[in-house]
């Protein structure tokens, strides 16, 4: 089994930055897929931000592609997803997840994933 965890959650104005970490801890050797997720109030759960750990490619969704950026330390077992320039419609929990292979044509879909984090709260004011 593996264990995510979030944190890096948090409230600011529009505009501002944040850094989500998601740590993974147990069968780690395991994972080789690592993704961002997010669902806003009264939505569905939409894909953010994708890497591969071994090859480190990564992929973004179209609305934060130049704001948002996913990068991984395989070294500390952490994946992390750094916010820029948030808007208001970024409000929502972020889910980390993790997969046993990264699929290059489906990294978006949620089914992909075998981990889940429990999530962590990001509110932009604006």
């Known amino acids: 089994q593996v264990q995510l965890v979030e944190s890096g959650g948090g409230l600011v104005q529009a505009g501002g930055s944040l850094r989500l970490s998601c740590a993974a801890s147990?069968?780690?050797?395991?994972?080789?897929?690592m993704a961002w997720f997010r669902q806003a109030p009264g939505k569905e759960r939409e894909f953010v931000a994708a890497?591969?750990?071994?090859?480190?490619?990564?992929n973004h969704a179209d609305s934060v592609k130049g704001r948002f950026t996913i990068s991984r330390d395989s070294a500390k077992n952490t994946v992390y997803l750094q916010m820029n320039s948030l808007k208001p419609e970024d409000t929502a929990v972020y889910y980390c997840?993790?997969?046993?292979?990264?699929?290059?044509?489906?990294?978006?879909?949620?089914?992909?994933?075998?981990?889940w984090g429990q999530g962590t709260q990001v509110t932009v004011s604006s």
């Open positions: 997840a993790g997969a046993g292979t990264y699929y290059r044509l489906s990294y978006y879909s949620q089914t992909r994933y075998d981990y």
């Open positions: 890497i591969s750990w071994s090859g480190g490619r990564t």
């Open positions: 147990g069968r780690t050797f395991s994972i080789d897929a």
